[in-house]
């Protein structure tokens, strides 16, 4: 379900974040399904329970996930994906750095578009698969 690069630049406890939210999107866990219990997905990633812990705090700050005491932690029933103005602020500077190593590379505007399309049209297929 969730794949974790330890080479990355980006922090466990964050590819943790961007996991479970890929795997929503694309519907692979939906709105009320219950997550690994902290011991069992840092069993599972091989990591820390410390690293799951900081990510599974921040998905409930996100209201993303929510834990039930006794129960386990779930997937938000009401959960929709929303804009937070400090995220796309973040989310702006990211696409900017992409776009910058993108040129870099040799990339032109249109092979940018073309990988972007590629990953909507990957995340886009859970919706038409339900529809």
């Not at 996991?19 to 690994?36: H, S």
């Not at 005491?69 to 029933?77: L, M, Q, W």
């Not at 590379?105 to 249109?110: D, I, N, P, R």
Request: charged share 30%; glycine share 6%; aromatic share 6%.
């Amino acid at each position: 379900m969730i794949k974790i690069d330890a080479r990355s630049s980006t922090p466990i406890y964050e590819q943790i974040i961007i996991g479970v939210k890929e795997a929503i999107l694309k519907g692979l866990i939906n709105p009320g399904e219950k997550l690994p219990s902290v011991r069992e997905m840092a069993s599972m990633l091989m990591t820390n329970p410390n690293t799951v812990s900081k990510a599974y705090g921040e998905l409930e700050r996100l209201k993303v996930i929510e834990t039930l005491r006794g129960k386990g932690t779930f997937i938000s029933s009401d959960y929709k994906p929303h804009i937070q103005e400090d995220r796309m602020e973040s989310l702006k500077e990211s696409l900017k750095n992409i776009v910058l190593e993108a040129k870099y590379m040799g990339l032109t505007k249109e092979d940018i578009l073309r990988i972007m399309d590629a990953f909507y049209k990957e995340l886009d297929n859970k919706e038409d698969s339900e529809g």
